[in-house]
């Protein structure tokens, strides 16, 4: 079976025309919104996560960095759902694609950048050239720390995309290997089986981790700069 590696990464396609687009609006459907006055348990478990996810977050920040209360715990809910939606069969992870997590890091990066530069300009441009250095060193630092602050988004994007790959490479291997272990050892394929299962909760782990880990460092970006 000369099956590609990569074909579960590739953009999936009805008719000739790419469904990314419904792909990613798909997780909003599990999250519905509730007009009764006691909501039911899986709406309070809900909202019990997100409060204390977002309570830990927004601990950290002042008046003006909690106005994107909204906008972080939207992030982390979507890149969760999306992480463990993909984890099922025949599904399609968009988080695997670099081009999507840029168009997710470099917005939020450039707005608490440009937040910064607002609000707090002499702090950030402090930012550039620590205190202290000596005066021959002054433009390489400069140039250095440029470039650090403009790695950033590419940080939190190929981190994303890294982790959610690996982990999803890893089990089509396994499993590939299992089903071809299944007609040579029935032994040795239960022993990968049972390494696949152990390496799918792992990687459902992985899945919120990785989430948590993105807005993490999106909050910590605009902690720096509000």
């Not at 790695?151 to 396994?174: K, S």
């Not at 990785?210 to 605009?222: D, K």
């Amino acid at each position: 079976m000369n099956e590609n590696l990569f074909a579960s990464f590739a953009t999936p396609s009805m008719m000739g025309l790419p469904i990314v687009t419904l792909i990613i609006t798909f997780p909003c459907i599990l999250y519905p919104s509730t007009k009764r006055l006691i909501n039911n348990r899986i709406v309070c478990i809900q909202q019990w996560i997100m409060n204390l996810i977002l309570k830990q977050m927004m601990n950290i920040h002042n008046v003006k960095g909690r106005t994107w209360a909204l906008m972080l715990i939207s992030l982390i809910t979507f890149i969760g759902t999306t992480n463990l939606l993909g984890l099922l069969p025949h599904t399609f992870t968009p988080t695997t694609q670099l081009s999507m997590n840029l168009a997710m890091a470099i917005p939020l990066w450039a707005g608490a950048v440009i937040t910064g530069f607002r609000y707090k300009t002499k702090a950030s441009l402090a930012h550039f050239l620590p205190q202290g250095t000596p005066v021959p060193l002054i433009p390489m630092l400069i140039i250095i720390e440029t470039i650090s602050l403009f790695i950033q988004p590419m940080a939190l994007a190929i981190r994303l995309t890294a982790n959610i790959t690996a982990g999803h490479l890893l089990m089509h291997l396994i499993g590939g290997a299992t089903l071809a272990l299944m007609s040579i050892s029935p032994t040795t394929a239960s022993i990968t089986f049972t390494i696949l299962i152990l390496l799918t909760i792992l990687e459902f782990a992985v899945a919120l981790i990785q989430a948590y880990v993105f807005t993490l460092l999106v909050s910590l970006y605009l902690h720096d700069n509000t």
